[in-house]
């Protein structure tokens, strides 16, 4: 086989991009569940709670386990343990577990 004859696929300027969008919609997934309202959060500290805790969300390694509990765990309303944004979801959570899309 030469090189020529090997399709090229075109490499991506910004590889990271995908995983910060997946994240992004993760947390937002992670808010539904535990039933956490976003404007009422964002208006904690000029919206620096709300900040931060994506900042945790978007360094953390736990990525995979918190897919598989959201996708595990229907009509939980709890965050899980294992995540480092548990105390920010259980003080904004609502009673009422919310549907994932």
């Known amino acids: 086989m030469t090189r020529e004859s ?4 075109p490499e991506r300027p910004w590889p990271q991009t995908d995983k910060v969008w997946q994240q ?8 539904e569940r ?5 404007v ?3 208006r904690e500290n000029q919206g620096e709670s709300m900040a931060r805790a994506r900042d945790i969300c ?3 390694l736990a990525h995979r386990e918190c897919r ?8 939980m309303r709890q965050p899980p343990e294992f995540c480092p944004n548990a105390d ?6 609502q009673k009422a577990p919310q549907p994932i899309r």
Request: glycine share 10%; net charge positive.
């Open 40 to 42: 009422t959060a964002v």
């Open 58 to 60: 978007l360094q953390c």
């Open 68 to 75: 598989n509990w959201l996708l595990g765990t229907e009509g």
């Open 24 to 31: 992004f919609v993760q947390f937002d997934r992670m808010m």
């Open 6 to 9: 090997i399709v090229q696929v």
């Open 88 to 93: 920010f979801f259980r003080r904004w959570g």
């Open 34 to 38: 535990t039933g956490v309202n976003p």
